[in-house]
């Protein structure tokens, strides 16, 4: 069984920076991408950062230059380096994996609050 454990959120005053971690445990054949999401209060899931099937990284606008996508793959744990945090961050953050065959596996969310 997949497991997907995310850590690292918390409240932190606007400009400051959180490390967001997902560890991840089980068995996955094989990933097509694997990333970070977040839901703001009222508001749908959005995409925040990911890797694709080539390796790449994407980023939704809002976060460009300031979150950092990385991996550590030793130890199956994925991270989000969220830097000159603003209000507009506050959301819980889902990391995911989307796996061959269409699985998609999600982490029980952590929840980042940015005070202004």
């Known amino acids: 069984q997949v497991q997907l454990v995310e850590s690292g959120g918390g409240l932190v005053q606007a400009g400051g920076s959180l490390r967001l971690s997902c560890a991840a445990s089980?068995?996955?054949?094989?990933?097509?991408?694997m990333g970070w999401y977040r839901q703001p209060p009222g508001k749908e899931r959005e995409l925040v950062a990911r890797f694709t099937l080539g390796g790449s990284t994407v980023y939704v606008d809002s976060v460009k230059g300031r979150f950092t996508i990385s991996r550590d793959n030793a130890k199956n744990t994925m991270y989000l380096q969220m830097n000159s945090l603003k209000a507009e961050d506050t959301a819980v953050y889902y990391c995911n994996i989307d796996a061959v065959g269409g699985d998609r596996y999600w982490g029980q969310g952590t929840l980042v609050t940015v005070s202004s």
């Open positions: 089980g068995r996955i054949l094989g990933i097509n991408a």
